[in-house]
């Protein structure tokens, strides 16, 4: 099958379309032909060698760790039929022709391949954050930083539908699409702490950084570290900031949650831009470069 790999770590030309041997279902797996996989922060940087202690590849390495396709087998235990379309977890990478997926939901009809692609990291990663932070509730205003990009986009929304005032930060260009999800815009920088707490003046309860900058203001704005999280900056735990990521942990109420969300009109994902296997190496630079609104996708 073919399949994007890297050989070694380094630049996005390490990509490649590779011809591989094709993955099988293990017990409480399923594989699926995929139709879409989705690109991520954490692939760029699993690829430059970054974090090559705490996440070492296995080469070749199969890029991505979300997709949706067709289920087309199904391992012993797996709650899953052949012919089902799912979205979900990928283990060993995600942008191949076939994926084993771990973790999975049943795909909405209302979202395109793309969208289902798109989904995983950001819904599971937005409610982790949530649960992390204690809940989010209806009374409660939370600040999401770097709101606009593919995890902020679907943290947004989910906040949103549990009823809490969101103010997200993000670029100015931005500041129509965060309104059009349901945010209060504001720009991140000099100045981040002054203008929420105009918009706020009775407090901000929690803060989710999806930046990885900001963190002393998030920490000014919520009167306490442990009322901000962070998926982006690894070094904040030593401020008492709340750091989570990896499969380890997962909520996966969260996909339930953000595929009903879909179903009913309530929340979509916005995809920046679609891309081919061969144009791996792009994707993965237009990743590393930010100011991403929405996802990024590859397809087959």
Do not use: C
């Not at 798109?118 to 809940?135: C, D, I, Y």
């Not at 920088?189 to 105009?198: H, L, N, P, Y």
């Not at 706020?200 to 998030?218: H, K, R, S, W, Y």
Request: no cysteine; proline share 5%.
């Amino acid at each position: 099958m073919k399949a994007v790999v890297y050989e070694e770590y380094g630049d996005p030309e390490v990509l490649h379309v590779a011809d591989i041997e094709e993955p099988h279902a293990g017990p409480g797996e399923i594989r699926i032909a995929v139709r879409a996989a989705g690109v991520n922060p954490i692939d760029f940087k699993q690829r430059s060698g970054v974090m090559r202690e705490m996440m070492p590849a296995d080469f070749p390495q199969i890029d991505g760790r979300e997709a949706a396709g067709v289920v087309d087998e199904v391992g012993e235990g797996a709650s899953a039929s052949v012919g089902d379309e799912v979205l979900g977890f990928a283990v060993g990478g995600a942008d191949a022709e076939h994926a084993i997926l771990d973790d999975f939901v049943a795909k909405p009809a209302a979202a395109s391949w793309e969208a289902a692609a798109g989904l995983p990291v950001a819904a599971e990663t937005s409610a982790r954050v949530f649960e992390v932070l204690g809940g989010l509730s209806a009374d409660q205003t939370i600040v999401i930083n770097g709101a606009a990009g593919g995890v902020g986009a679907i943290a947004v929304q989910l906040a949103v539908a549990r009823g809490a005032r969101v103010i997200g930060t993000a670029s100015e260009r931005n500041h129509d699409f965060l309104r059009s999800l349901g945010a209060e815009p504001t720009t991140y920088g000099d100045g981040m702490v002054e203008r929420i707490r105009a918009l706020a003046p009775e407090g901000v309860d929690l803060a989710f950084d999806t930046a990885g900058q900001g963190i002393p203001e998030l920490i000014e704005l919520t009167g306490d570290a442990a009322k901000v999280a962070t998926i982006a900056n690894f070094q904040a735990g030593s401020l008492g900031v709340k750091v989570t990521g990896g499969a380890a942990g997962r909520v996966l109420g969260g996909l339930t949650e953000a595929t009903a969300l879909i179903e009913s009109g309530r929340l979509k994902v916005p995809i920046e831009r679609t891309f081919s296997f061969a144009e791996a190496p792009e994707a993965h630079r237009a990743s590393e470069a930010g100011h991403v609104r929405g996802k990024l996708v590859l397809v087959p």
